[in-house]
T-cell receptor, first 112, second 113 residues
Framework: SQWGEENLQALSIQEGEDVTMNCSYK?????VHWYRQDSGRGPALIIL?????REKRSGRLRATLDTSSQSSSLSITAAQCEDTAVYFC????????????FGTGTSLLVDP | DPKIIQKPKYLVAVTGSEKILICEQY?????MYWYRQSAKKPLEFMFS???????DNQTASSRFQPQSSKKNHLDLQITALKPDDSATYFC????????????FGPGTRLTVL
């Protein structure tokens, strides 16, 4: 899982497998963003889940959110090589602006 | 066409010099941000602007100064550069308001020698 002072996590799977990445956060939030970052590019939002949703799906992606344990997960079903990227969770706070606090990230490698 | 432009893509500077990182967004957003990503730390929030006004500043050093000359511009001036400033700097934008999706630019990779 990712957060805090942890080093970047790394996962390696075979194409077609399912994978789940976990995220624990420290500060209260009602929204968790999941971003993916491809090598040499900026992060791109892939799914956003709010506290009243608990689970959200987008294609092969599924995000969950448990505000009581302050944790979220991102699952990818039947991973493909193009899913290879670094995945970050981020929480939002709106104190004097809209700041995203990113986790340390999970580096996912999908082998053919 | 790229919606968020950051210039330059790569930048090499000497210690003690000053550089300006350029960011322009063509998404019609009213809020813009700067984040920093280095090998040692996760993506870190630096500044947020809304309607060209500074909303939040999380950088400890006054050497980092955002400059908003136009609604869709938010440049970052860095003075007295240090090797520890070496990182990739990302500009982002969103609609103003809480919990809006932030769109990130491709980044400027800064190396300070």
């Amino acid at each position: 899982s990712q957060w805090g002072e942890e080093n970047l996590q790394a996962l390696s799977i075979q194409e077609g497998e399912d994978v789940t990445m976990n995220c624990s956060y420290k500060t209260y939030t009602t929204v968790v963003h999941w971003y993916r970052q491809d090598s040499g590019r900026g992060p791109a939002l892939i799914i956003l889940i709010r506290s009243n949703e608990r689970e959200k799906r987008s294609g092969r992606l599924r995000a969950t959110l448990d505000t009581s344990s302050q944790s979220s997960s991102l699952s990818i079903t039947a991973a493909q090589c193009e899913d290879t990227a670094v995945y970050f969770c981020a929480t939002a706070s709106s104190n004097m602006g809209y700041k995203l606090t990113f986790g340390t990230g999970t580096s996912l490698l999908v082998d053919p | 066409d790229p919606k968020i432009i950051q210039k330059p893509k790569y930048l090499v500077a000497v210690t003690g010099s000053e550089k300006i990182l350029i960011c322009e967004q063509y998404l019609g957003h009213n809020a813009m941000y700067w984040y920093r990503q280095s090998a040692k730390k996760p993506l870190e929030f630096m500044f947020s602007y809304s309607y060209q006004k500074l909303m939040d500043n999380q950088t400890a050093s006054s050497r980092f100064q955002p400059q908003s000359s136009k609604k869709n511009h938010l440049d970052l001036q860095i003075t007295a550069l240090k090797p520890d400033d070496s990182a990739t700097y990302f500009c982002a934008s969103s609609q103003a308001g809480n919990y809006a999706e932030q769109f990130f630019g491709p980044g400027t990779r800064l190396t300070v020698l």
